[in-house]
């Protein structure tokens, strides 16, 4: 079995939930909630604030994720915005430590370009 890479938990303005009704399911919306939110109600983002932490893994977290005891773990607080500047969602997203590194791209960004070294023959 192949351990989880994350944990993900999101958080909507209950006004969002009465107009919305799909937001108070607990099931994936296939075309993405924020489309979703563009087509029920004309809820439109406009940018996101990510605010990154590291921090020990706790016990649900460490079962979930089958990590050690002191493991550590990212949390990634992402908060989405309208364009007036109000905050439309909350999204809170744990990954293990071990097997993920975090880059963050907003907007248009071009391809990262990598000059990686060629393998060596270790023969």
Known sequence: MV????????????EFAMRAPRLLMAED???GVMSYLEEAE???QAGYRDWVTARTADGNERAFFCIE???RV????RTAFD???LPLRVTVTVFPEDRNQVIINAGKV???QY???EPQDLA
């Open 115 to 117: 000059d990686l070294p």
């Open 69 to 71: 005891h002191d493991a």
């Open 110 to 112: 071009p391809e990262p």
């Open 3 to 14: 351990p989880p890479m994350y944990l993900q938990t999101s958080f909507y303005p209950m």
């Open 29 to 31: 919306i296939p075309q």
């Open 42 to 44: 004309g809820i439109k």
């Open 83 to 85: 364009a007036a500047g």
């Open 74 to 77: 990212f949390e990634i607080f």
